[in-house]
């Protein structure tokens, strides 16, 4: 247990920790046997040293001093105390609190000239407390201490009991007072009588070093600890005692921890998992898998790209683009024009993670947001997480986060001008990454959007970069008279010893390694050495593979035509173990070796030169300290003192207490380690975003607070909530193929102990000025169950068309929907529609090219409203005459309908009889009583229509016979 005393054993029940136990199988036996009958703290109680006097001392001490640990007590016999057979020196320590569990832990060492000695303690009230003391045994053949007698009250009321000596010239005691139960250890044995007695009056809260007031004594009293309860405040607001746990929402398992937090841990199964995997469990949502080993992926010469599931291919665009990516981090290659056209470069390699910008530049230049730092450059936080900038032979950046060691490794080769940029994906990434080095499925065939380079680059362009379109790829030996057959006899020697060892395909001269090495050497003009950066690559693949392959290893010394140029003072090595030592870690563990330029043995790279061990500055987060100067460790809690030759003196950050307003929380940074009270605790990372349409952002929200959960986490668009695309941990949000439905205000919204944060977003989307196709008419209205028809014309071939409805893509399956497709135009009906059909319908197309256009129509939906106006209301008829006719004229207001539709009926006792369908004449539709008005049609006549479900009726129409 950190911060206890080695000798301390455990009490029953607790757990016990054996790290190393090399070949001293004996030990296991021993621990076992001690840990039943030993004491120990309760898991999880915070300890502090008891090194302070409190208040004043009483007379009878001449010194109390404590030092490395032990306490140093000279007494004298005080007469004016002759009633009190106690002298005591009252014991405290920074941080300790007053608390009315506790757990006390001391060694007394045998005293000259003193009879008894021992511990006094609160436990309960101002009235009343507990003490212990050790007798030394009388006569005292080897000054060793028996346990004494309790007292209770200010006089000794008890006679002395258990006189049974303890043989050593040390008493180690332990005493727990917890939950009212008292137990007392001695030499690691629970002494029943002691635990179960609890006398003598102490001030409260106080713990004191106490002997007797006979006569006067030296005495040395060492390890004087006291361990007391912690409380942790769980998500839901609710208590939690120290070394108590529960399982929370993501199955983990969290415990109160003597710090004060929460600590929650994932239950890893045990399952095992198959060969050439291994398990790894995310930490933050216990998603647990069995992955893959780390993936490689490189950009080299012109640049030619190899994918991590080995796809081949060129890609000319001269911006910065994303490599991959990987939930909390992404990975960005910087391609740049040397000469003004193809072929371009790769100069950066830039990782983005936690807000910050770690890149790798050609010359050996390392950067941190901008700014060069010195390496090595560690940036350590608070949770674990570390970004590492070393000189393994070439500079490269090492994530560690999430367990994974590491997460990504990047690797800039320097050529001069340019890098050969590398990169080793962690497992745990596969089918999640994106970008120019594709998705790490295992199938090389899918990593290209639409199998076309251009395409796939531009889509992972970076979002706030704007330059020129790539061109397409062309192949510089077609400019050379022969070039094809040049190159390829320089290149050949991909196919011969050391490479002929290598399971890796070398391609042919229309596509891999081999076909890269030619277009580099015909860009050079048949210049030998630019087949150097293939061949590099190439040798990484083959090692990735089989690491054991020494001669290809040292490659450079068969093909004499790529020596690798250094810097003064380094000299290239083809194994050298790495990692090297440096200033920072001077004795680090080997793990492997590697190819590059590095100080001869015994020298320290420093600042671009190799130095001795004694030349060494300190150096924290890139940036040189001066012997002497304090340097802060956030991410450590460190605070530290340079000394020479570049080592650190640290002692433990203390942090002040917070106060915080109602309107703020406790926050904390990722690399900061205390936390502040801050009322603006989640904030964007991103805010202000532009993209070109078929763009990618990844919107991510930082939250400056502890125990956030995703279920506390919510996302809206123009003032909806959304749900797709965003991580496991919901803190990001990826908006891909950014188009016109993309654009608008994002918000992160985040609640805490019923306070409640946000983080605001605007995304731009600049659309591709291109007519693919083009509606008709953009605003449709239509009468509920009429038929309802959208068009648009087709103006470019097109790859793709289809209609949304309200969000929703139409199928065949819907029955009201058809779609006809025809060489000009695309059609919609939707017959007959609803009133849910209200809203809008989209035709989306995407030309042979790749990009999409989106037209919206708008459609507002009415009610069918029918007019029936008689021609006459009053008619009179002549009784047998023919000619007598009745009827209405129909307004429809743009509702159809038919002439079955509508019905002349007569009213007889407000009930409609004798209906008949009208003849439509004369712009209305009527009917007549026949050649013979009988005296019977005499009475009251309605028009009646029923169209799209709804019933309409006209004024009357009195009809009068004479």
């Known amino acids: 247990r950190s911060g206890i005393n080695a000798e301390w054993p455990l009490r029953p029940g607790n757990s016990l920790d054996i790290s190393v136990i090399s070949e001293m199988k004996f030990l296991i036996g021993v621990c076992l046997l001690i840990s039943q009958v030993a004491g120990g703290p309760p898991a999880e109680w915070s300890c502090k040293s008891l090194s302070q006097t409190r208040g004043s001392l009483p007379s009878c ?111 180690n005691f332990e005493i727990q007072f917890e939950d009212n139960n008292l137990e007392v250890y001695l030499n690691g044995v629970r002494h029943s009588l002691a635990s179960n007695y609890q006398p003598y009056y102490t001030e409260a809260g106080a713990f004191n070093i106490i002997s007797a007031n006979f006569r006067g004594a030296n005495y040395k009293v060492s390890g004087l600890k006291v361990c007391t309860p912690v409380i942790c405040i769980a998500p839901d607001g609710s208590s939690i005692k120290g070394g108590d746990s529960y399982t929370d929402s993501d199955g983990k398992k969290c415990t109160c921890k003597a710090s004060g937090q929460m600590e929650c841990v994932c239950d890893i199964p045990s399952s095992p ?15 647990s898998k069995c992955v893959r080993g780390p993936q490689y992926c490189r950009s080299s010469g012109d640049p030619h790209y190899k994918s991590f599931d080995g796809k081949y291919y060129d890609f000319h665009g001269k911006c910065t683009y994303q490599a991959a ?114 998705n790490f499925n295992g199938n090389p065939n899918d990593d290209l959007i639409q199998n076309n380079p251009n395409v796939h680059g531009e889509t992972y362009k970076e979002y706030d970069e704007s330059c020129p379109a790539p061109p397409k790829p062309y192949h510089p030996c077609d400019d050379i008279d022969n070039g094809h057959a040049q190159a390829e006899e320089i290149c050949s020697v991909i196919k011969g010893s050391p490479f002929n060892q290598c399971d890796v395909d070398v391609g042919s001269a229309d596509g891999g390694p081999l076909k890269d090495c030619m277009t580099d050497v015909c860009y050079c003009f048949i210049d030998k050495s630019c087949a150097c950066d293939t061949l590099d690559g190439y040798a990484t693949a083959c090692l990735n593979k089989n690491p054991l392959l020494g001669d290809v290893k040292n490659w450079r010394n068969k093909i004499t035509f790529c020596p690798l140029e250094c810097p003064a003072g380094l000299a290239y090595q083809a194994e050298a173990p790495v990692p090297q030592p440096t200033c920072l870690n001077k004795n680090p563990k080997q793990e492997g070796t590697e190819r590059g330029c590095f100080c001869p043995a015994g020298k320290l790279l420093q600042d671009g030169v190799c130095v001795d061990a004694d030349q060494c500055k300190c150096i924290h987060e890139g940036v040189f300290y001066k012997t002497g100067d304090k340097v802060i460790k956030e991410g450590e809690c460190k605070v530290c003192s340079c000394l020479a030759g ?65 279920r506390h986490i919510t996302w809206y668009r123009n003032g909806k909530k959304i749900t797709q695309g965003l991580s496991k941990n919901k803190k990001i949000l990826q908006v891909k193929d950014a188009g016109k439905q993309d654009a608008g205000e994002y918000i992160c919204q985040v609640e805490k102990d019923g306070k409640v944060g946000e983080a605001k977003f605007n995304v731009e989307v600049v659309l591709r000025d291109v007519d693919i196709i083009r509606a008709k008419s953009t605003d449709v209205d239509f009468i509920i169950g009429e038929k309802i028809e959208l068009e648009v014309t087709k103006l470019d071939e097109l790859k793709e068309i289809y209609w949304e409805c309200n969000g929703k893509r139409v199928n065949k399956a819907m029955e009201r929907f058809t779609v006809i497709n025809k060489a000009g135009f695309n059609r919609l009906i939707i017959d007959p529609s609803r009133k849910t059909d209200a809203g809008s319908c989209t035709c989306i197309a995407v030309n042979k090219d790749g990009d999409e256009e989106r037209e919206e129509i708008k459609l507002s939906a009415k009610e069918a409203n029918v007019e029936l106006t008689p ?54 539709y009527s009917i007549t009583f026949g050649s013979n008005t009988p005296a019977s049609a005499k009475g009251t006549y309605v028009c009646t229509a029923k169209i799209n479900g709804l019933n309409f009726e006209s004024g009357k129409i009195n009809v009068s016979v004479v």
Not at 275 to 280: I, L, M, P, S
Not at 395 to 418: C, D, F, Q, T
Request: net charge negative; proline share 4%.
């Open 61 to 171: 001490v001449l010194s109390a001093k404590a030092s490395n640990d032990v306490w140093y007590i000279t007494t004298q016999k005080d007469a004016s105390q002759s009633g009190s057979y106690m002298c005591s020196v009252p014991i405290t320590g920074a941080g300790v609190v007053d608390t009315a569990d506790f757990y006390l832990q001391g060694s007394f060492d045998s005293p000259t000239d003193m009879s008894f000695a021992g511990i006094s303690f609160n436990t309960d009230s101002s009235s009343s407390g507990n003490f212990i003391y050790f007798r030394l045994k009388s006569p005292a053949p080897s000054n060793n201490f028996v346990l004494g007698n309790m007292q209770r009250g200010i006089t000794q009321t008890q006679k002395n009991f258990d006189a049974t000596a303890v043989q050593s010239g040390r008493i």
């Open 273 to 287: 998992c198959p060969g050439g995997t291994t398990r790894w469990t995310d930490p933050e949502t216990c998603e």
């Open 325 to 438: 990516s990987c939930g909390e981090f992404e990975v960005y290659f910087k391609n740049y024009d040397l000469i003004g056209r193809a072929p371009r470069y790769t100069g950066r390699i830039e990782l983005k993670f936690n807000g910050e910008v770690f890149s790798i530049e050609n010359n050996y230049v390392a950067k941190v947001n901008g700014q060069q730092v010195q390496v090595p450059y560690v940036k350590t936080y608070t949770n674990g997480d570390r970004v590492e900038i070393i000189n393994n032979g070439q500079l490269e950046i090492r994530l560690y986060n999430k367990g994974r060691n590491p997460s990504v490794r990047l690797r800039a080769n320097n050529a001069g001008r340019y890098i050969n940029a590398e990169m080793w994906l962690h497992g745990s990434c596969a089918d999640l990454t994106e970008g120019l080095c594709g």
């Open 646 to 710: 570049g080592e650190m003196n640290c002692e433990d950050m203390e942090c002040p207490a917070l106060n915080c307003d109602d309107n703020e929380i406790v926050a904390h940074k990722p690399d900061k380690c205390c936390g502040y009270c801050e009322a603006n605790w989640v904030k964007a990372v991103n805010p202000d975003n532009k993209l070109n349409q078929g763009q990618n952002v990844a919107l991510t929200c930082e939250i400056f607070a502890e125990g956030v959960f995703k």
């Open 871 to 924: 021609i006459d209301t009053d008619v009179e008829c002549k009784e047998n005459k023919k000619g007598c006719r009745i009827g209405c004229e129909v307004d429809a207001n743009g509702a159809t309908f038919e002439k079955e539709d509508l019905k002349i009926c007569k009213v007889v006792g407000g009930r409609k009889t004798e209906c008949k369908t009208p003849n439509f004449k004369n712009g209305a």
